[in-house]
């Protein structure tokens, strides 16, 4: 059956972990800046398409990150197709903010 | 997409089946409840289509969105090994279409809601 990784309705599953969840400095960053972006008064894109970038994930990736990984993914994902940012510039970015830490480029 | 207004919505209690097909586009209507027949709760108000604004596309004309109750037997058929309940999902118009009412469906309309 077609579908995709989210859709897992009816899958044979264990408990669920109904506890609160640590929330990180990193968390409340990556749920501020889909916030701004998803904002009626800036409408860059809707929930609709983060929902869509991240459930279109391969399922290694929607299984192997953590919550608000997958939502950094998907607004930079979207903020590439909206033109806010270059997957260029992006890149570069990410290159010197990791030469400036040391850490391997 | 047409921009000929909807009709009035669907009453409370009216028998339907959610479509069946599996678009390779966004969608929130669940796999697990394609091709099952329900009963509509209520209408829930009109909005942007979710399958349009996920590609940054308006949405519109608004759609209805219903509250529909399954019984989980419908859903789960020979799977169910637990005590019957009712699923209830959000579902947007144009997944749904008119059905004969389901048996187990139509003798317990309006009897208090298992879990969602």
Same mark, same amino acid.
């Given at each position: 059956m077609d579908r995709n990784v989210h859709d897992m309705g009816g899958d044979p599953a264990g408990p669920i972990d109904q506890g609160e969840h640590a929330r990180t400095v990193f968390d409340q960053r990556v749920d501020a800046m889909l916030r701004l972006l998803a904002h009626p008064q800036k409408g860059y894109f809707t929930v609709d398409a983060m929902r869509r970038s991240i459930e279109s994930l391969d399922p290694q990736a929607y299984h192997g990150l953590a919550y608000y990984e997958r939502w950094v993914r998907a607004v930079r994902q979207l903020a590439i197709e909206r033109g806010l940012v270059s997957q260029a510039a992006l890149e570069q970015r990410m290159a010197a903010i990791a030469a400036r830490r040391g850490a391997r480029p | 997409m047409s921009g000929a207004p909807s009709p009035a919505p669907l009453a409370a209690g009216t028998a339907v089946q959610v479509r069946t097909g599996a678009p390779l586009t966004h969608c929130r209507t669940p796999q697990y409840l394609r091709g099952k027949r329900g009963v509509v709760l209520r209408a829930l108000g009109r909005y942007p289509n979710p399958e349009e604004l996920a590609y #940054? *596309?308006? /949405?519109?004309p608004p759609l209805t969105l219903y509250q529909v109750e399954f019984d989980a037997a419908e859903v789960? /058929?020979? *799977?169910? #090994?637990?005590a019957p309940y009712r699923i209830t999902a959000d579902i947007f118009e144009h997944w749904l279409e008119p059905a004969g009412l389901p048996a187990a469906a139509a003798h317990d309309m309006g009897a208090s809601h298992g879990r969602a």
């Amino acid at each position: 059956m077609d579908r995709n990784v989210h859709d897992m309705g009816g899958d044979p599953a264990g408990p669920i972990d109904q506890g609160e969840h640590a929330r990180t400095v990193f968390d409340q960053r990556v749920d501020a800046m889909l916030r701004l972006l998803a904002h009626p008064q800036k409408g860059y894109f809707t929930v609709d398409a983060m929902r869509r970038s991240i459930e279109s994930l391969d399922p290694q990736a929607y299984h192997g990150l953590a919550y608000y990984e997958r939502w950094v993914r998907a607004v930079r994902q979207l903020a590439i197709e909206r033109g806010l940012v270059s997957q260029a510039a992006l890149e570069q970015r990410m290159a010197a903010i990791a030469a400036r830490r040391g850490a391997r480029p | 997409m047409s921009g000929a207004p909807s009709p009035a919505p669907l009453a409370a209690g009216t028998a339907v089946q959610v479509r069946t097909g599996a678009p390779l586009t966004h969608c929130r209507t669940p796999q697990y409840l394609r091709g099952k027949r329900g009963v509509v709760l209520r209408a829930l108000g009109r909005y942007p289509n979710p399958e349009e604004l996920a590609y #940054h *596309r308006p /949405g519109m004309p608004p759609l209805t969105l219903y509250q529909v109750e399954f019984d989980a037997a419908e859903v789960w /058929g020979e *799977r169910l #090994h637990e005590a019957p309940y009712r699923i209830t999902a959000d579902i947007f118009e144009h997944w749904l279409e008119p059905a004969g009412l389901p048996a187990a469906a139509a003798h317990d309309m309006g009897a208090s809601h298992g879990r969602a």
